[in-house]
């Protein structure tokens, strides 16, 4: 390279190799004759364009896109309408659709025909003016407002007063109505408390007829012995 110096000739780029210098015109401004200044690979870098950069302003080609010719693209274009026109011809009627119940005419043509008869009624509806002069509707611009006594709305709950000897006597009626008149299946019987209040009763009169017969007999032993000193004496 050439010293950076205040002179007006124009900057000398060298390449890697020191040689294949090339002959580029000047830079300088001030420079009135053109004269051919031999400059180095990086300066023709430097001047020349990027055959990207050329490529990205230059309109796309249509041949190049696909990388197809018009005749291919023209051949593929016949291949695909000869297919859509076979898919088109094989596809279903009207009547096999409405056969298959897959296009709904007719449910389409019954719901048309309700609405339009729907529309029908409610354009015949009164309006509520008419209500208001036939005394249908009554509307009352002001309300009426007393006055009321201000007091607990809640209602009574006269189970918080009950004494004790009241809860036994609903304990009693509740055991008597489980016991006499609740019907209670014949398996599970035996865990109420009627079937085991009867139990023991039958158990308590079975013990008082054995102490009963207990006592008869031992008083009839007594008697016999009795009966029996006598005659010996």
Not at 92 to 120: C, F, G, Q, Y
Not at 139 to 166: G, I, M
Not at 184 to 200: G, M
Request: net charge neutral.
């Amino acid at each position: 390279l050439t010293d950076d110096s205040d002179s007006d000739n124009p900057i000398e780029y060298r390449d890697d190799d020191d040689t294949h210098y090339r002959s580029a015109p000047s830079t300088s401004r001030f420079d009135e004759d053109d004269e051919d200044v031999p400059v180095g690979g990086l300066a023709a870098k430097v001047f020349r364009k990027d055959t990207l950069a050329l490529r990205l302003d230059a309109p796309p080609c249509k041949d190049d896109i696909s990388g197809q010719t018009a005749d291919d693209r023209r051949t593929l274009m016949h291949n695909a309408s000869i297919k859509l026109a076979r898919k088109l011809s094989e596809r279903p009627t009207v009547e096999e659709l409405e056969d298959r119940n897959i296009l709904k005419t007719a449910a389409v043509r019954s719901m048309e025909e309700k609405r339009k008869l729907l529309l029908r009624k409610l354009s015949f509806r009164p309006t509520i003016a008419q209500l208001k002069e036939q005394q249908i509707i009554q509307f009352n611009d002001y309300v009426e407002v007393t006055q009321a006594q201000v007091y607990d709305r809640k209602a009574d709950k006269p189970w918080t007063r009950l004494t004790s000897t009241d809860k036994a006597l609903i304990r009693k009626e509740l055991n008597d109505f489980k016991a006499t008149e609740m019907d209670v299946h014949e398996e599970s019987r035996i865990f109420t408390r009627y079937q085991k209040s009867v139990l023991f009763r039958f158990a308590l009169v079975c013990g008082r007829v054995v102490i009963l017969l207990g006592w008869s007999m031992i008083c009839q032993l007594f008697q016999y012995r009795i009966s029996q000193t006598r005659a010996d004496s």
